[in-house]
């Protein structure tokens, strides 16, 4: 008899303590059916009951900031890219996820670095993406790993109507890659803490960056004029190009074409002092700072980035997953395998409020490098990192 009442009595304590939850999300179609299959599962196994609504993406970041101090806004964001974190940090209304994770150690460390602001994990990462190099097996059977052996292929499949490789040379985002290679940066990361007064932009790499981009174009005769993304894409799903450097997001367009695809890192350029590390952009769970369920809402974070969460949500959207169990298990997949390596060989995007400075001068700087041979980099990209300190003081 004492047994079953206190069996009772925690039953009656389960009830009592189970939390209803809100979750803002932006997702949509088959990633907003696994959503809601996992608060199901979360509160059959939990009690606790989740309110899924639906929150137009750009919309998101406003809304916080201005229902979260109200009491009106969710438990949970899921998802918010990591760019808006430091914003979102300086405001109050997301609260640090330290205490709640106590292993980290299936997470992509990029992933949680992209997370991290001034030391504090504010957001647990959910997917990534990366750009990568892109080939076409029929035209590149094997992924060139050296700078001399990526010439090669490219100058062999270049002419009559064919390139041998392509991308939008003018896009700061996806050339971020070479430039660290080179040491250039945005912001000097120290231990974690970007330094906003010490942009990297203007220094000897970033030159040689700028000078290796420029060659590609008016050296080793490789990239037009006139070529942006879209027309990288068209070229290569048409089989006219053999290689191109791109995301995730045009992996749909490329598997409807039936090329054989091949992806892989881009090789270390010429001279650089370090490896190819591209830009990588990571979408988290964020916790309101207001909530006043935040370990439900933060186990509920956990659940859907934990492995079979991850596979099964690769499986809904095709986002490359953080989990790196969930990596192994997907290991069959290129497209998951091939961005994996890159998302984990990369940098991410700085995550703080500056960040907002730096895009339009240093995109201008970038475009205007590819715009004619031999140009004064060192000139161009010094006024770019002069209107950016302007921008931030």
């Given at each position: 008899?004492?047994?079953?009442?206190?069996?009772?009595?925690?039953?009656?304590?389960?009830?009592?303590?189970?939390?209803?939850?809100?979750?803002?999300?932006?997702?949509?179609?088959?990633?907003?059916?696994?959503?809601?299959?996992?608060?199901?599962?979360?509160?059959?196994?939990?009690?606790?009951?989740?309110?899924?609504?639906?929150?137009?993406?750009?919309?998101?970041?406003?809304?916080?900031?201005?229902?979260?101090?109200?009491?009106?806004?969710?438990?949970?964001?899921?998802?918010?890219?990591?760019?808006?974190?430091?914003?979102?940090?300086?405001?109050?209304?997301?609260?640090?996820?330290?205490?709640?994770?106590?292993?980290?150690?299936?997470?992509?460390?990029?992933?949680?670095?992209?997370?991290?602001?001034?030391?504090?994990l504010f957001g647990l990462p959910m997917f990534a993406e990366s750009v990568a190099l892109i080939y076409n097996k029929k035209l590149v059977p094997q992924a060139p790993t050296t700078w001399a052996q990526f010439l090669s292929a490219a100058q062999k499949n270049t002419g009559n109507g064919r390139f041998g490789f392509l991308m939008d040379l003018s896009n700061a985002y996806m050339n971020y890659g070479v430039i660290s290679a080179y040491g250039g940066y945005v912001f000097k990361n120290n231990n974690g803490t970007l330094n906003t007064k010490d942009v990297g932009l203007a220094n000897a790499g970033a030159d040689k960056a700028a000078a290796f981009l420029n060659?590609?174009?008016?050296?080793?005769?490789?990239?037009?004029?006139?070529?942006?993304?879209?027309?990288?894409?068209?070229?290569?799903?048409?089989?006219?190009?053999?290689?191109?450097?791109?995301?995730?997001?045009?992996?749909?367009?490329?598997?409807?074409?039936?090329?054989?695809?091949?992806?892989?890192?881009?090789?270390?350029?010429?001279?650089?002092?370090?490896?190819?590390?591209?830009?990588?952009?990571?979408?988290?769970?964020?916790?309101?700072?207001?909530?006043?369920?935040?370990?439900?809402?933060?186990?509920?974070?956990?659940?859907?980035?934990?492995?079979?969460?991850?596979?099964?949500?690769?499986?809904?959207?095709?986002?490359?997953?953080?989990?790196?169990?969930?990596?192994?298990?997907?290991?069959?997949?290129?497209?998951?395998?091939?961005?994996?390596?890159?998302?984990?060989?990369?940098?991410?995007?700085?995550?703080?409020?500056?960040?907002?400075?730096?895009?339009?001068?240093?995109?201008?700087?970038?475009?205007?490098?590819?715009?004619?041979?031999?140009?004064?980099?060192?000139?161009?990209?010094?006024?770019?990192?002069?209107?950016?300190?302007?921008?931030?003081?």
């Open positions: 008899m004492k047994k079953a009442l206190t069996v009772l009595s925690l039953a009656l304590l389960g009830s009592a303590s189970a939390a209803n939850l809100t979750v803002w999300t932006h997702f949509g179609g088959a990633e907003l059916a696994w959503l809601r299959a996992q608060a199901d599962a979360f509160k059959k196994a939990t009690g606790h009951n989740i309110q899924l609504v639906s929150v137009p993406f750009d919309q998101i970041p406003d809304k916080l900031i201005q229902s979260a101090p109200k009491g009106q806004g969710p438990d949970l964001v899921v998802t918010l890219p990591q760019d808006r974190l430091g914003q979102l940090a300086a405001a109050g209304v997301i609260d640090s996820m330290d205490r709640y994770v106590t292993s980290r150690s299936d997470l992509d460390r990029t992933a949680l670095s992209a997370m991290t602001y001034k030391g504090k060659d590609l174009r008016y050296k080793y005769n490789l990239v037009p004029e006139g070529v942006d993304g879209g027309a990288a894409k068209s070229a290569f799903v048409d089989g006219r190009a053999a290689m191109i450097l791109t995301g995730p997001w045009d992996m749909g367009d490329i598997k409807k074409a039936g090329i054989d695809y091949g992806i892989a890192p881009f090789p270390t350029p010429p001279g650089a002092s370090g490896k190819w590390s591209p830009f990588v952009g990571v979408q988290g769970a964020m916790l309101n700072a207001y909530s006043k369920n935040k370990a439900a809402a933060a186990q509920f974070a956990r659940e859907i980035v934990k492995s079979d969460a991850q596979v099964s949500f690769n499986k809904a959207g095709g986002r490359i997953p953080v989990s790196l169990s969930a990596r192994t298990k997907l290991k069959n997949d290129p497209v998951v395998a091939g961005f994996g390596r890159t998302i984990s060989m990369g940098t991410p995007m700085p995550n703080v409020v500056e960040m907002g400075a730096v895009w339009a001068p240093w995109s201008n700087a970038v475009a205007q490098s590819v715009q004619k041979p031999n140009q004064n980099y060192s000139q161009i990209n010094e006024r770019a990192v002069q209107e950016i300190n302007k921008n931030i003081k």
